[in-house]
């Protein structure tokens, strides 16, 4: 009955993401670009520091782009191994340990693979650290990638934090791509920007003031960095001939674990409130460019890194009606979709769900979206609740392998 449950839940949602308008299927046939970026948060979009842009290149690819500045991430402990597969499998990552290491050999609906098998893609992951770390290898290929692009295929020429600089690390990724067959699916997660942010002197372009020498001040260094290699990626996929028939997807993986709320105050000249400091610790950036420039704009809704997929997969004209996907259409017209986090926060446009440590509902925090002050707890419990049975679903989705047991159920009935 459980099991029957759920598979209903999922044909519903399936149901109400297939929404034909008129993006559905727009840039069919495109390639696709995906970069996950190591601890991008949205706090810093378009902010300066000392008269300097922070990130100076996503600013200027904000103006051609959908910029989503009400998105969340919804990793837990599995971090950037969590965020890679909520954005290509659209479930939620796990109470515990990462999807990856735990169950790589279970079946998810995933990007890659539903583009190969679905539209004739050429799907291919690229990362400069060591193929085994999250257990990335086994994980790929059961994704379905032709290839992942490891540590070992790429030449070691500019040496920085744990491995390639983002720099060089784009430059051979893209090289790499850009001889491959059309139409590709390209996944690239870069690694600069990791924890604890410190970058040799050479290799900061940004005076960060009286942040210097602390790890909020290198924080903001790596990600300048990082922006600079966004704009070299950008100049040469132009040079390429790869702009004008390639979607470009931008996003964060998680937060940078720094969360002295001092700094943030200090940066932004603002106090800050509870609502605010989770908003920031939990937003990441997304960009989406599309070839012709169209549907350019800031996008304030709330949606997350479910929520991709399924929508880059309407753009390019594939149904996620019958896959087992618990994201959001971003493109379905739908102002208010649900947006949970792991920790069972949520948010749908119009409450905004802080849980307490103790995990008691009523001991959470109940934030009204429009006024951003604290309302009856009552308002809401019935988005708590949806959100805990969501996360149930996606657990035991994942645990028991159930989705190969319902495709299994459907092909014998
Ligand atoms: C290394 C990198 C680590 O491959 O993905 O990221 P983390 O999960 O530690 O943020």
Redesign the pocket.
């Known amino acids: 009955q459980e099991k029957e449950e759920m598979k209903q839940w999922f044909a519903a949602a399936g149901q109400s993401r297939d929404v034909r308008n008129a993006t559905f299927g727009a840039y069919k046939g495109n390639n696709v670009i995906v970069i996950q970026t190591?601890a991008l948060m949205n706090f810093m979009i378009g902010q300066q520091i000392g008269g300097q842009e922070v990130t100076p290149n996503l600013n200027k690819l904000q103006q051609t782009s959908l910029y989503f500045s009400n998105y969340y991430h919804q990793t837990g402990q599995g971090?950037?191994?969590d965020a890679d597969f909520a954005s290509n499998g659209s479930l939620h990552p796990l109470p515990s340990g990462s999807v990856a290491t735990r169950f790589a050999d279970h079946k998810f609906d995933v990007m890659p693979q539903i583009l190969k098998e679905e539209d004739g893609y050429h799907a291919f992951a690229f990362?400069a650290?060591d193929s085994s770390?999250?257990n990335r290898l086994t994980m790929y290929n059961s994704m379905g990638y032709d290839r992942f692009f490891s540590k070992k295929d790429y030449q070691m020429d500019e040496p920085l934090g744990?491995s390639l600089g983002d720099k060089s690390f784009f430059k051979q990724s893209l090289g790499m791509l850009a001889e491959e067959q059309q139409p590709f699916y390209g996944f690239m997660?870069t690694?600069t920007s990791?924890h604890p942010y410190t970058l040799p002197e050479k290799v900061q372009t940004l005076d960060v003031g009286t942040f210097k020498g602390t790890i909020f001040g290198d924080y903001l260094e790596a990600v300048h960095y990082v922006d600079e290699a966004i704009g070299e990626l950008i100049d040469q996929m132009k040079a390429e001939g790869l702009w004008d028939n390639t979607i470009l997807c931008i996003y964060g993986?998680?937060d940078n674990s720094v969360p002295d709320q001092a700094d943030y105050e200090k940066f932004l000249g603002r106090s800050l409130s509870e609502l605010d400091m989770h908003k920031i610790m939990n937003q990441v950036p997304l960009f989406i460019h599309l070839p012709d420039d169209k549907l350019a704009g800031t996008y304030t809704e709330a949606e997350g890194q479910l929520d991709l997929a399924p929508s880059l997969l309407h753009l390019l004209g594939v149904s996620t009606a019958d896959k087992y996907m618990m994201g959001n259409n971003m493109f379905d017209g739908n102002p208010n979709h649900l947006v949970v986090l792991r920790t069972g926060a949520f948010t749908d446009g119009r409450v905004h769900y802080i849980p307490s440590p103790d995990g008691l509902f009523e001991n959470g925090s109940c934030y009204s979206e429009e006024s951003g002050e604290k309302v009856n707890i009552e308002s809401c419990r019935a988005g708590s609740q949806e959100a805990q049975k969501r996360l149930q679903i996606s657990d035991e989705v994942i645990t028991y392998d159930l989705i190969r047991q319902f495709e299994q159920e459907k092909s014998t009935p």
């Open positions: 190591e971090r950037t191994s990362h650290y770390f999250w744990w997660i690694l990791h993986d998680h």
